[in-house]
């Protein structure tokens, strides 16, 4: 699939099904031994401590179902398409299109347990700029590296966190100012798995590769 045609195809069925993939059936999530659904209380994915959230977040979809059932009986299931099913698969492909670039750049490296730690972990992340789209996402777009070193921070801190550990970070840091729709295509061509440098003596550090 790595030709042009191939790559349109796999960005167009990430960008439309690729979150509901993931949370029905951990589609590039995280391995298992056995099969994970995001929306199975027993499922490997959680604990016992989170068991009943879940349950509680099931209730809610099954309601939210139930009205769009309802709204489609009476406005017409074009017209919840339109209103509901349009706004719902943008925001999806944002949401895939966001993380993806922000954890997918040939300069991010990956690590095994012999050499990952939570602060290697933590700046393998990549900012990036959207422009004007930057403050409507809230800059989690430009400021995902300082998100991932302080998770629990607010959002409007962000700006001012990530001024604060550039100079820190130093080369550290990674940003990309690559136009987002240039960037999405040379990831798609150039990040296809992930493969330990030929003479490294990082034994457990692994790169972006896109040839077999």
Same mark, same amino acid.
């Given at each position: 699939?790595?030709?042009?045609?191939?790559? *349109?195809?796999?960005?167009?069925?990430?960008?439309?099904? %690729?979150?509901?993939?993931?949370?029905? !059936?951990?589609?590039?999530?995280?391995?298992?031994?056995?099969?994970?659904? &995001?929306?199975?209380?027993?499922?490997?994915?959680?604990?016992?401590?989170?068991?009943?959230?879940?349950?509680?977040?099931?209730?809610?979809?099954?309601?939210?179902? !139930?009205?769009?059932?309802?709204?489609?009986?009476?406005? %017409?299931?074009?017209?919840?398409?339109?209103?509901?099913?349009?706004?719902?698969?943008?925001?999806?492909?944002?949401? #895939?299109?966001?993380?993806?670039?922000?954890?997918?750049?040939?300069?991010?490296? @990956?690590?095994?347990?012999?050499?990952?730690?939570?602060?290697?972990?933590?700046?393998?992340?990549?900012?990036?700029?959207? $422009? #004007?789209?930057?403050? #409507? !996402? &809230?800059?989690?777009?430009?400021?995902? *590296?300082? &998100? &991932?070193?302080?998770?629990?921070?607010? @959002?409007?801190? +962000?700006?001012?966190?990530?001024? +604060?550990?550039?100079?820190?970070? $130093?080369?550290?840091?990674?940003?990309?100012?690559?136009?987002?729709?240039?960037?999405?295509?040379?990831?798609?061509?150039?990040?296809?798995? *992930?493969?330990?440098?030929?003479?490294?003596?990082?034994? %457990?550090? !692994?790169?972006?590769?896109?040839?077999?």
């Amino acid at each position: 699939m790595n030709n042009p045609p191939g790559r *349109v195809l796999i960005i167009l069925i990430q960008l439309t099904l %690729g979150w509901p993939l993931y949370l029905a !059936f951990n589609v590039s999530g995280r391995p298992y031994d056995r099969f994970a659904c &995001h929306y199975d209380p027993y499922g490997p994915i959680y604990n016992d401590r989170e068991r009943l959230q879940i349950f509680v977040s099931d209730a809610g979809i099954l309601a939210a179902i !139930f009205l769009l059932y309802r709204v489609a009986v009476t406005k %017409g299931l074009s017209w919840l398409i339109c209103i509901y099913g349009v706004p719902l698969l943008i925001v999806n492909g944002f949401l #895939v299109l966001i993380t993806y670039l922000q954890h997918t750049h040939p300069a991010l490296p @990956h690590y095994d347990s012999s050499e990952w730690d939570w602060l290697r972990g933590a700046l393998a992340t990549m900012d990036r700029d959207y $422009g #004007v789209l930057n403050k #409507v !996402f &809230h800059n989690i777009t430009d400021t995902h *590296v300082a &998100h &991932h070193l302080f998770s629990t921070m607010p @959002h409007y801190n +962000a700006m001012e966190a990530t001024k +604060a550990i550039k100079p820190l970070l $130093g080369d550290y840091y990674k940003f990309d100012s690559t136009p987002v729709p240039k960037a999405l295509w040379r990831e798609a061509k150039e990040c296809l798995y *992930v493969e330990k440098d030929e003479g490294s003596q990082d034994k %457990g550090v !692994f790169w972006y590769k896109n040839k077999y």
